[in-house]
Structure formats: C-alpha cells, structure tokens
C-alpha cells in the first residue's frame, strides 16, 4: 500500500493519497482546490490512477477540490450519504465499504461537527474529518452540529475501534501529523474531560467540560459568518467556483482557516 499525507498550509488541511501498488489505483481523501495541480503531478510520479475522491464533510474553511479532481480526472466523487452535496456520484451509508484495487475502506457516520460527518476506517487508521482531532475536537456550533451527537460518534464509535487505531484528522494548526487514542485520551484538553466523565459519570466534571467546551466553541466566533457560509456553499456544490476568482477566493479562505476546531 501506498500512503502520503499532504498538507495545505493556507488552510492548515491534511489531504491523504492511498493506494495500491499493485493495480496503481488511487483515492484521495479532503482535497484542497488550490493543490490540484499538485495532486495530479504527484499522481503522474507515482504512476497511479485516481479513481475516488472523498470528502469527510462539507468543509467550512477552504474550498474542496473533489469536482476539479472529477473533472481532470474522471474520478468518482465520495461522501456520506447524509451530504447535502446532491451533486456528489456516490453517497455512502453507515460501515459501507468502498473499495479499490486491493484495498477497502470503511465508512462510518460520525456527526457532531457537522451533522453529515463521516470517517473512514482503513487497516490500522481512521480518517476523522474534524469529527476528532488531535489536541481537539471539530466545533459543533454551525452546520447543524451538535456536542451530544460529538461526544457519541467519539466514545460510541471511534473509540470502540482497536486502542492501537491511528487517528489522521483533516487539520492541525500547529501540524502534528496524526495521533494515538492513548494521546487523545491523555493530552486532548477536551478529550481528557470526557473521558473523565465517560468513566465516571460525574456531573461536575460535566459541568467543567461543558464551561470549557464553550468557551472554545466562543473563541470560534470571530470568524466571519460570511466566509464560512461561502465556503459551505461553494463546498455543497463540491468546490465549483466558475465565476469567483482565485485571487478572491484566496482572501476568503484565508480569512477562514482555523475555523473549524
Ligand atoms: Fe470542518
């Protein structure tokens, strides 16, 4: 199997390349439109053939680059079948597994961050969109989030995974490349409370976990509702921006990166 995690600087994404070395098919994981011409160069070196594309959801701080990918590429484009992204070709369900050459990834309904979330299971790792990230977790104030629904998809799926699963989310900011439930129980400052709480149901810890939930869902806030609501929107149509410039669109990702976690 071949593996690489790309990142966006701008946008602080992580974009993953897998694939199989021996059909040389490929998929590509949260691609950020800007890096197209970079993820098809990378294609062409390694020899391979794209032929999925998915994104974890619809993302609110940079623009998706799975219709620029579908259409230089002909590739399929992927998402759960909760996405209201209706001009996506393959919607998956709940542990629906897509498959290519050689190698299988699982689908698996994570809400929280956004309420049509999914991560994807592959092996030994997981692919947990902003659904969990590695000092943190994805906001749940816009997009019909929800910290309940958060707190399920984390302790009632991910976790359930085997302890050893490796955890890739689609953004750090401070670019640690991926973690380790161990870590994430430990370290995560919000996952260490929950935990906290998951273990001993005790409604003060509760309490302090909803204050600093809050407190950073507040320190979200800053962010332009404008620049986000364009990013969702462009997003619902997979990152079609025909009549926005570049240069534009530049400006207002880069206003929104960091808004997600
Ligand atoms: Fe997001």
């Not at 961050?113 to 692919?127: G, I, Y």
């Not at 919000?190 to 906290?196: D, G, K, Q, S, V």
């Amino acid at each position: 199997m071949l593996f690489r995690q790309l990142f966006d600087q701008t946008s602080s994404t992580f974009t993953y390349l897998i694939a199989s070395k021996k059909g040389r098919e490929a998929l590509i994981i949260d691609p950020v439109l800007e890096k197209v011409e970079q993820y098809i160069k990378l294609l062409k070196e390694l020899d391979l053939k794209l032929v999925k594309v998915i994104d974890t959801h619809i993302h609110a701080d940079h623009i998706s680059g799975i219709a620029e990918l579908r259409d230089k590429t002909n590739c399929v484009t992927v998402m759960g079948d909760k996405t209201p992204a209706d001009v996506v070709a393959m919607r998956v369900a709940d542990e629906e597994i897509i498959k290519i050459d050689g190698i299988n990834l699982k689908a698996l309904y994570t809400p929280g961050h956004t309420s049509e979330s999914f991560s994807f299971l592959m092996k030994d790792r997981v692919f947990t969109g902003d659904t969990l990230l590695i000092r943190g977790t994805g906001r749940t104030d816009f997009q019909n989030g929800d910290p309940r629904d958060s707190y399920n998809s984390i302790f009632n799926k991910l976790l359930k995974l085997p302890e050893d699963t490796l955890v890739y989310p689609a953004h750090d900011y401070t670019e640690r490349r991926y973690t380790t439930y161990e870590e994430i129980l430990n370290i995560n400052p919000y996952m260490r409370l929950a935990y906290e709480y998951y273990k001993t149901k005790n409604n003060t810890i509760k309490d302090k976990f909803i204050k600093v939930f809050t407190e950073k869902e507040k320190s979200l806030a800053h962010f332009d509702e404008y620049d986000i609501n364009l990013c969702v929107d462009i997003n619902k149509m997979c990152g079609v921006v025909d009549d926005i410039s570049y240069e534009t669109l530049d400006q207002l990702w880069s206003k929104s990166s960091g808004a997600c976690g």
